[in-house]
């Protein structure tokens, strides 16, 4: 330390005591002397990191703003929608039971219509019982199951026209398959199934309970198929004349089959 710092030093001390001494001596004068020749630039350049990181706090500050005023300004549109989607969901609600309604409407309308149409052909005779075949052509299908310990055997010749008659009739969404069960036209043909049935009962001595479980068991060996597979479509009831040509179906249509064939 120069001569001229220790008696600054001293003078200090005299007039305000050791601390007053210090801090005459520790100036900016001294820290220029003392610190390296480049503290001042890296002291400038921390500054401006400092002033460029201040500045940047402030727009990423903004930017939080907008964004929150962003989210606030959806988060209120997303409860608009959600009262829109409760409101819609009522109305979703009493639309579906409206349909449910005209449904069952239009089904009793149609099972009129169709008692009505038969009665007026009948009565008239405009128009005949059962569809007019255009060929004797048939279908053959050959059906082989177990009942009572052995292998019982059959084959059906159907007749090509009511196959086509039947495939050919709309499908009306319903959930009362008695409209398959009941359609008078195939009755005549499932009558000679029935006879064959009761041939296999005359045969083995079977009572009326036997033969409706032959009848069963036959109807349950029909391979299982599913509407989407064979038809292309979710839902597709067939006439029990179909259910026969296609070798099975599905649930329904076997169940249609059972009703049809025991009804008689």
């Known amino acids: 330390m120069s001569l001229k710092l220790y008696a600054l030093l001293l003078i200090g001390i005299v007039i305000g005591g050791v601390g007053y001494g210090v801090s005459l001596v520790y100036t900016p004068q001294f820290l220029e002397d003392v610190l390296p020749n480049n503290y001042k630039t890296r002291l400038d350049e921390l500054t401006q990191q400092y002033l460029d990181l201040s500045s940047r706090h402030e727009v990423l500050t903004t930017e939080q703003e907008d964004l929150q005023a962003e989210?606030?300004?959806?988060?209120?549109?997303?409860?608009?929608?959600?009262?829109?989607?409760?409101?819609?969901?009522?109305?979703l609600e009493n639309l579906t039971e409206d349909h449910d309604a005209l449904n069952e409407t239009y089904n009793a309308s149609l099972e009129d219509y169709d008692s009505l149409l038969m009665q007026y052909l009948i009565v008239t005779g405009s128009a005949p019982?059962?569809?007019?075949?255009?060929?004797?052509?048939?279908?053959?299908?050959?059906?082989?199951?177990?009942?009572?310990?052995?292998?019982?055997?059959?084959?059906?010749?159907?007749?090509?026209?009511?196959?086509?008659?039947?495939?050919?009739?709309?499908?009306?969404?319903?959930?009362?398959?008695?409209?398959?069960?009941?359609?008078?036209?195939?009755?005549?043909?499932?009558?000679?199934?029935?006879?064959?049935?009761?041939?296999?009962?005359?045969?083995?001595?079977?009572?009326?309970?036997?033969?409706?479980?032959?009848?069963?068991?036959?109807?349950?060996?029909?391979?299982?198929?599913?509407?989407?597979v064979t038809t292309g479509f979710d839902e597709y009831a067939r006439y029990p004349i179909e259910t026969l040509v296609h070798d099975g179906g599905d649930c329904e249509d076997t169940s249609i089959l059972a009703s049809a064939l025991l009804d008689l």
């Open 129 to 228: 019982l059962t569809p007019q075949p255009l060929s004797n052509d048939t279908i053959r299908r050959d059906f082989a199951w177990v009942y009572g310990g052995k292998t019982r055997v059959f084959s059906l010749y159907i007749p090509e026209h009511l196959y086509l008659y039947y495939g050919n009739k709309t499908r009306v969404p319903t959930e009362d398959y008695s409209v398959y069960v009941t359609h008078p036209y195939d009755d005549e043909y499932l009558s000679t199934i029935i006879a064959e049935f009761d041939d296999i009962v005359a045969e083995e001595g079977y009572d009326e309970n036997q033969k409706i479980n032959l009848i069963v068991s036959f109807i349950q060996s029909l391979p299982y198929t599913s509407d989407d």
């Open 71 to 91: 989210y606030d300004e959806l988060e209120g549109d997303h409860l608009d929608l959600e009262d829109d989607y409760s409101d819609l969901a009522d109305v």
